[in-house]
């Protein structure tokens, strides 16, 4: 069934709870990163238990533009809430800087709760925000984030809604400075803590050894390097103490690889007039109907859509309005 079901009072356990256990357990928490309703429910079919919205993703694929701070909260919001509904595992939104002050990100982090996602980041970059591995970036008074961290603490309505503060200070202020923030954003409460671009195993050991809340990690293409961060195993980062994992970049970056492969063929074979199938670089149209679970609603439309079924009033039996235009309905 698209979407998630409502939770009150159907003893189904809440999305966020869900995520609480998750992070909890023993296994590390992998979330591949999404920016559409394909990516999404691909991540879900493929057996990850989390997933987590893409904000240089969102930015690029909704608005071709590149993750520079020019993304609004009403884009992010819309994004999030049809990616949410689309999934019944849990979906981590990229609420970028919060969209403001403190007082502002009050009313963000409200706005991010009632999309249906079960919890958000939030930076402590100067706005506008630029992508945390980009060359130019700085970032705001650690009080002023700690601040931030309080407020969306502040306006959640559920205990359970996840709030993540990440640090970009490595890159600016080394990881002394980083442990320094992360400290202050856990006693302000943060759920998580997420230091963006770590550059070494030992700073990523650092961060785990300071800090009592879990550490979430940034691997980017997940299967492909950047000078950045090193690609690391997910299995050495669980060693590490590392208790979530999240790929951003990895799936927008597959997308455009297989269509820039597919436009390029096409290209390549038109002036030939031959045929060209090749199954192994496009789904089926079948693959694509099930992947977006058209059987469920073709259930719907069995179910609904028979107006035999329906009992009339007898003086309405033919289905036509009663006398003086009146409906027998």
């Not at 990616?83 to 990229?94: G, L, N, Q, T, Y």
């Not at 601040?147 to 996840?162: N, P, S, T, Y």
């Not at 590490?240 to 927008?252: I, S």
């Not at 679970?293 to 107006?307: C, G, P, Q, T």
């Amino acid at each position: 069934m698209r979407g998630r079901p409502d939770n009150e009072g159907t003893g189904v356990m809440k999305a966020t709870a869900r995520f609480r256990e998750l992070l909890a357990g023993d296994d590390i928490l992998v979330s591949p990163g999404v920016y559409d309703g394909y990516s999404a429910r691909l991540v879900e079919r493929a057996g990850f238990k989390t997933t987590c919205t893409t904000g240089a993703g969102l930015a690029n694929a909704r608005m071709g533009f590149e993750d520079v701070g020019i993304m609004g909260l009403s884009d992010n919001l819309e994004a999030c809430r049809m990616i949410a509904s689309a999934v019944s595992i849990p979906v981590m939104a990229d609420a970028d800087t919060g969209y403001g002050n403190p007082a502002t990100v009050w009313h963000s982090a409200r706005l991010f709760e009632q999309t249906g996602v079960v919890g958000i980041n939030i930076e402590d970059q100067v706005s506008p925000k630029r992508c945390g591995h980009m060359a130019g970036k700085d970032i705001i008074d650690a009080r002023e984030m700690a601040r931030k961290i309080e407020a969306a603490c502040d306006a959640r309505q559920d205990d359970d809604f996840v709030i993540l503060a990440r640090t970009d200070a490595i890159a600016i202020e080394g990881l002394e400075g980083a442990i320094r923030r992360a400290k202050l954003y856990q006693k302000a409460g943060a759920d998580l803590i997420f230091p963006d671009a770590v550059k070494t195993e030992d700073q990523i050991k650092a961060l785990v050894d300071a800090l009592e809340i879990p550490l979430s990690i940034n691997m980017g293409f997940g299967l492909r390097s950047r000078p950045t961060t090193p690609l690391i195993p997910i299995a050495r980062m669980h060693a590490l103490g590392v208790r979530r994992v999240t790929l951003p970049r990895m799936l927008p970056a597959a997308a455009l690889r297989g269509m820039q492969n597919a436009l390029a063929l096409l290209q390549e074979t038109t002036p030939t007039g031959k045929t060209v199938d090749r199954p192994d670089m496009l789904m089926s149209i079948e693959e694509i109907w099930d992947l977006m679970d058209l059987a469920d609603y073709s259930r719907l439309e069995a179910r609904f859509n028979d107006l035999d079924g329906v009992e009339l009033p007898d003086d309405t039996a033919d289905g036509r309005p009663g006398p003086a235009g009146t409906s027998g309905l």
